[in-house]
């Protein structure tokens, strides 16, 4: 991966940043977009499932392994 060392200015304004920001060009054409390291959107995530239904899950014992998966996933080509 290329790397590019900031300006100071830029840097500063990318740093307090907590979401993806649009970098554009004076013309004002699109650059890319910046991505924060630790977006705030994910920094408190949460699993939209509870520990008492992970539990049952897992106790349940269902599932594929990795094995079974790359198998389907050979057939499927």
Avoid: C
Avoid at 11 to 29: F, H, K, P, Y
Avoid at 40 to 66: C, K, M, W
């Amino acid at each position: 991966m290329t790397q590019i060392v900031l300006p100071i200015g830029i840097e500063q304004q990318l740093s307090i940043a907590d979401e993806a920001v649009e970098l554009r060009g004076t013309g004002g054409n699109l650059l890319g977009v910046f991505v924060p390291a630790l977006a705030s959107e994910y920094a408190n995530a949460q699993p939209h499932i509870s520990d008492e239904e992970l539990e049952r899950r897992f106790a349940e014992g269902v599932g594929r392994t990795l094995p079974e998966i790359w198998a389907d996933l050979r057939k499927q080509q």
